[in-house]
């Protein structure tokens, strides 16, 4: 019997055995690297997705800040105006009550009091204006507007001039009492060390041009800049076709000094001393004894007699405020009442800030939507403002008031005499104040007119600086090809350049939409 031993079988591969063997296995594995898979694609989209969110959280939050910081710099500019208004209305009536006690010291035979009273009024000028300065300046402040370093270094500028150009040359500068520029340079460094928030912007320097010269006239880059053919039509046509290179300009004109130095130059008056009879006699005594009597300035009357005495009287040098711009361009739709028809103390009030954007410089995409500012706080963007987010805001403000006559209210300056007639400040579109084209606070525009103009006049565009928006303008009208698309347009168009019925102005509407 033959004996049976086992028999053994080749091992098999373990490969072969670990596929054979585990299919399950192998689903389970290729599923939970797809689910592996999704979830790191989850991860990617919810960090995206929070990117996203942040951003978007961001820039919310900068719109917001912009849209409040152009509110607040806003309430900044208009409080500012009136305050400066209303303390031109107080001084404009002071000065007036010491006409009238002038005609109550002559009435009483007084020459000392008479004047010691001449010598008020003069102060007064000044004093009341400066006055009005400080208190826009705590106004803005009061509205969360903060010091702008670069208006208080200005301010500071010229308070230094006064104190060393005026004051030193007194025959050009006639000082209108004595010891007059020492204390005027003082007022302005003294306003200067407290912080200046809000500029005086219609401030016009006793050194200050007209703006008779293209150059000199901010109009001119702004027709540039928004191809305002029409412009060149209106103002100067031959310039437009027949200019060559910078030396076709005339000489820049020299400054000359104020021949009125009896007015501050900020926020003036615009009042005029003369020594003389009083313009209207007897009727000038009339009605001073009626605002003697209803102010209770005096129980005295005033003499009929005084009205033949010379002696230095405080009158305006004022015009009509229509009279501020041509045939239908008055910047106001509205006509204006008889009573209120006046110019010649105004403010306007610039105030600057800088938004404290969160959103970074990665994107800038996004911040054309948070930023808007202008050469000249109008409706134009300048690239210098623009990059740097300033809001910028300006507001004019005017004292009212008039004088009863037969029970009729006239104009304050009706007597040619500064009397008591101001009752109320009001704000007034920019465009409507006088000097508000000065810009005497837009300080990128004092550098272009005070450095960059002479030096291009000598040398032409090499003497541009790239960043200076107003360069840049002019950089512009040197092209060639500008000018004729300018000279092209009007051909075209057949010379047709007619009233907007848009806007209350001939050229189409104004500077400024306020």
């Not at 929070?50 to 719109?63: E, G, P």
């Not at 031109?88 to 002559?106: H, K, V």
């Not at 105030?351 to 959103?359: N, T």
Request: charged share 15%; with cysteine.
């Amino acid at each position: 019997m033959t004996s049976s031993s086992p028999v053994h079988h080749p091992a098999a591969p373990a490969a072969t055995a670990a596929s054979a063997a585990s299919p399950q296995s192998l689903r389970a594995s290729v599923a939970g690297g797809c689910v592996a898979l999704r979830a790191g694609q989850t991860m990617i989209f919810m960090i995206m997705a929070l990117f996203i969110l942040a951003v978007v959280i961001v820039w919310i939050f900068d719109v917001h800040t912009v849209l409040h910081l152009k509110a607040r710099t806003q309430n900044a500019g208009d409080a500012a105006a009136l305050a400066a208004a209303r303390w031109q209305g107080i001084s404009l009536n002071l000065i007036g009550d010491l006409n009238i006690l002038q005609a109550l010291a002559l009435s009483r035979g007084d020459t000392n009091a008479s004047e010691q009273i001449k010598n008020v009024q003069a102060r007064l000028c000044f004093v009341g204006p400066l006055v009005g300065l400080l208190a826009s300046q705590q106004a803005a402040k009061n509205n969360r507007a903060y010091v702008n370093p670069d208006y208080t270094a200005n301010l500071l500028a010229h308070a230094d001039l006064v104190l060393s150009y005026y004051a030193a040359d007194t025959n050009r500068f006639r000082e209108p009492y004595s010891g007059a520029w020492p204390e005027y340079g003082g007022m302005l460094a003294n306003i200067a060390a407290q912080g200046v928030a809000a500029g005086p912007d219609n401030t016009w320097y006793f050194t200050d041009s007209t703006d008779s010269h293209w150059l000199l006239s901010r109009n001119f880059y702004e027709a540039v800049a928004g191809l305002d053919w029409c412009w060149f039509y209106w103002h100067g046509l031959t310039t437009l076709q027949s200019y060559s290179d910078y030396q076709y300009w005339l000489d820049l004109p020299t400054a000359q000094p104020s021949p009125n130095t009896y007015n501050c130059e900020v926020f003036g008056l615009g009042l005029l001393p003369f020594t003389d009879v009083l313009p209207y006699g007897t009727n000038d005594v009339e009605h001073m004894n009626r605002l003697r009597s209803d102010r209770g300035i005096s129980t005295d009357t005033i003499s009929n007699e005084v009205a033949g005495m010379v002696c230095t009287w405080y009158g305006y040098a004022w015009s009509a405020w229509t009279a501020l711009a041509p045939t239908n361009d008055f910047p106001m739709i509205s006509d204006v009442k008889p009573e209120y028809d006046y110019t010649g103390a105004d403010v306007v009030i610039r105030v600057e800030a800088q938004p404290d954007s969160r959103m970074p410089t990665a994107f800038p995409a996004l911040q054309p939507f948070l930023i808007k500012a202008s050469p000249s706080s109008g409706a134009r963007l300048t690239q210098a403002a623009a990059v740097a987010g300033a809001v910028t805001w300006t507001a004019a403000g005017k004292p009212f008031g008039y004088l009863a006559v037969d029970g009729s209210p006239v104009r304050p300056d009706a007597y040619n005499l500064v009397l008591p007639a101001f009752h109320n400040v009001c704000l007034i579109p920019v465009d409507t104040a006088t000097g508000s084209n000065a810009g005497a606070y837009d300080l990128a525009w004092r550098r272009h007119t005070q450095d960059h103009l002479p030096t291009y006049m000598l040398s032409g565009l090499a003497g541009l600086e790239a960043d200076c928006w107003y360069c840049q303008q002019m950089q512009t009208w040197e092209d060639s090809a500008f000018r004729q698309q300018g000279i092209d347009w009007l051909s075209d168009t057949n010379h047709t350049c007619t009233p907007s019925e848009g806007g209350p102005g001939q050229h189409g509407g104004t500077r400024r939409g306020h």
